[in-house]
Nanobody
Framework: QVQLVESGGGLVQPGGSLTLSCVIS????????MAWFRRAPGKEHEFVAA????????YYTDSVKGRFTISRDIAKNTGYLQMNSLKPEDTAVYYC??????????????????WGQGTQVTVSS
C-alpha cells in the first residue's frame, strides 16, 4: 500500500521560507515522478513542481520559478519542496503526489495515482 505523508507547513511572514517534506512508503522513487500541487480556498488544484525519476528533470509553474526548489533524498525515500521568498498568494494546502505521468500530463492531477493528505502553508504578516 502506497502512503505519502507531508509535513513542514505552517505560518510564515511574507519573504520567509519553509521546507515541505513528503515521506513515501510502498514504493521507491525509481520509475516514479514526484510532484507538488497546491489548493487555495475556493480554487482548483494547481501544479507547483515535479521531479522525474528518469534523468532527474524538474518542472515548475511560472509563479514559483526561482523561488521554489523540488528535490528528493533517495536513501530516505523522501521528497522536499524548498520554498523561499514566500508571498501571500502562496497560501494554500500543499499536496505531494507520485505517479507515472506522460510528459503532457506531468502538470495535471490526472497524471498521479497516489496523494498525501496535505499540509497547510499560510503566508501572512
Amino acid at each position: 500500500q502506497v502512503q505519502l505523508v507531508e509535513s513542514g507547513g505552517g505560518l510564515v511572514q511574507p519573504g520567509g521560507s519553509l521546507t515541505l517534506s513528503c515521506v513515501i512508503s510502498g514504493h521507491s522513487f525509481s520509475g516514479y515522478t514526484m510532484a507538488w500541487f497546491r489548493r487555495a480556498p475556493g480554487k482548483e488544484h494547481e501544479f507547483v513542481a515535479a521531479l522525474r525519476s528518469s534523468g532527474g528533470h524538474t518542472y515548475y509553474t511560472d509563479s514559483v520559478k526561482g523561488r521554489f526548489t523540488i528535490s528528493r533524498d533517495i536513501a530516505k525515500n523522501t521528497g522536499y519542496l524548498q520554498m523561499n521568498s514566500l508571498k501571500p498568494e502562496d497560501t494554500a494546502v500543499y499536496y505531494c503526489a507520485t505517479g507515472v505521468p506522460i510528459l503532457s500530463s506531468i502538470r495535471t492531477t490526472s497524471g498521479y495515482r497516489s496523494w498525501g493528505q496535505g499540509t497547510q502553508v499560510t503566508v501572512s504578516s
